[in-house]
């Protein structure tokens, strides 16, 4: 097996519930391609006793048949079970039979697609947890699936047998940049961390979209044979992705595509008007689930705004709404074409501002101030009828503020006479609107950093480059 990159969060989660002294209800859950699977595989290789897998459309009947198969391998003695009821207690009759005094791994994966209409599978599961796993100190259960939908509803928030009994759960996020770099390098793809970054904005930090970049292949081949030619990998993902993932999928994919107009991000009732859903609980918890998938994220205005920002973080969707779906399959070179155009330089700028959010942990550790407490978010003054926006700006306790600008640029950055002016009406137009008595640092993230002149000299106090997105945290 490939070593497992990455994901020393969720390894350790793993590890501790391999070594506690009681029974371990874990749920994994994350979007389709994202690793679960192999997370789960990488560090439990060698102790897990059972694991069975759901199959995707199939009846209760076959889904009770593959069960029966898998246990039989393990366990011949055991008779076809005609209820999922029948299927765990044969299960529990083979965890007794094992004779290790060291903790078992059972191993649900595809959860969500066992639960087939009228199969009463998850009150077979949550009384086999109930009446036999938990009374167990050696047994880890690990259940695992990609429908955000069902795993969020019925397991992480159940209000019945399985209520407040998750003793672990992992939300596996896509990779960081410094992840991303790594899987890369092991497949033998050498890249510069300015073409990881133009990747990056391409597919995001999808495991299994990543993996499709074979060595050789500079970024523009790389672009074009996956995401322009007619049986591109990803041309026909972005169709597959939220039917996958989501129960009445037409709601998510609509919120989705309503913040992929907007650079800066919409509020709940904005998000409400332009997807025409109505604002009340299916809202909630449409915008709850795409949360928890990793396809948007909320940002808290400065000083106790009620309205917090949503803002589209899938790197994948924002590129197939922008460039794929509007443009007809080629064998040619599409996409040197596409990035010598203005509108891709206005794109690739959001594109950047939005990894430099997700990369947040890592910009503070490069600012040096990892240990000082701090919040961070974004401003937005209407009220002057100026208009001026701050898209994130970290608030410490150590009595300063940093105003981060962030550029991607395919070199140095030149701050000129007429930006520095900008940016210095911008500090001044916060400190007033807002009364903070703080210090305020303006701070520059950029590709290659910023030339030294005196506009820099003047008005900018840190500066960072991509190098420090890639940090290993």
């Not at 672990?168 to 996020?173: C, E, G």
């Amino acid at each position: 097996m490939r070593p497992l990159i990455g994901r020393k969060q969720e390894r350790e989660i793993l590890e501790i519930a391999l070594k506690s002294n009681r029974p371990e209800l874990v749920v994994v859950y994350g979007r389709r391609r994202i690793g679960k699977t192999f997370l789960v595989d990488s560090v439990y290789d060698k102790h897990i006793q059972f694991r069975f897998s759901g199959i995707h459309g199939a009846s209760l009947k076959e889904q009770l048949v593959n069960f029966h198969l898998t246990l039989s391998d393990k366990a011949p003695k055991f008779n076809e079970p005609k209820s999922w009821i029948e299927a765990f207690y044969h299960l529990g009759r083979y965890f007794d039979i094992l004779k290790s005094k060291k903790k078992k791994v059972l191993f649900i994966d595809e959860f969500p697609w066992l639960d087939t209409r009228r199969s009463n599978f998850l009150p077979a599961f949550d009384n086999f947890w109930n009446n036999y796993a938990s009374k167990r100190d050696d047994i880890v259960v690990i259940v695992c699936g990609s429908a955000a939908s069902y795993m969020i509803q019925n397991i992480i928030k159940n209000k019945g047998g399985l209520h407040n009994r998750l003793t672990q759960r992992i939300q596996l996020s896509p990779f960081n940049l410094d992840e991303t770099e790594q899987l890369l390098k092991r497949n033998g793809v050498k890249f510069s961390r300015y073409d990881i970054l133009q990747i990056y904005m391409a597919m995001g930090g999808i495991p299994h979209y990543l993996e499709k970049i074979v060595p050789g292949e500079s970024v523009p081949q790389a672009i074009d044979r996956l995401c322009f030619e007619k049986n591109g990998f990803l041309r026909t993902e972005f169709e597959n992705v939220f039917a996958s993932l989501f129960e009445f999928y037409e709601n998510h994919e609509l919120i989705v595509r309503s913040l992929a107009k907007v650079r800066k991000g919409l509020t709940r009732n904005e998000v409400s008007n332009k997807s025409g859903i109505p604002s009340g609980g299916g809202l909630t918890k449409t915008l709850m689930e795409l949360e928890e998938s990793g396809f948007i994220e909320n940002y808290l205005p400065y000083q106790g705004v009620k309205d917090s920002i949503y803002r589209l973080s899938d790197e994948y969707s924002m590129f197939y709404i922008k460039y794929i779906e509007n443009t007809k399959p080629s064998k040619g070179s599409i996409w040197m074409k596409m990035q010598g155009k203005q509108s891709y330089k206005i794109w690739s700028g959001y594109s950047f501002e939005t990894i430099c959010m997700k990369h947040i942990e890592q910009i503070k550790e490069g600012l040096k101030i990892a240990g000082i407490n701090s919040t961070h978010g974004s401003w937005v003054e209407k009220n002057t009828g100026i208009g001026a926006q701050i898209d994130m700006l970290i608030d410490r306790d150590d009595n300063v503020i940093n105003l981060c600008e962030m550029k991607f640029y395919n070199t140095d950055f030149s701050l000129n006479k007429k930006y520095a002016k900008e940016i210095a009406n911008k500090v001044n137009l916060f400190t007033e609107s807002t009364g903070t008595k703080k210090s305020i640092f303006v701070t520059f993230i950029t590709t290659y950093g910023l030339v030294s002149n005196e506009y820099s000299k003047q008005y900018v106090q840190n500066e960072l480059t991509m190098n420090h997105l890639f940090i290993s945290l």
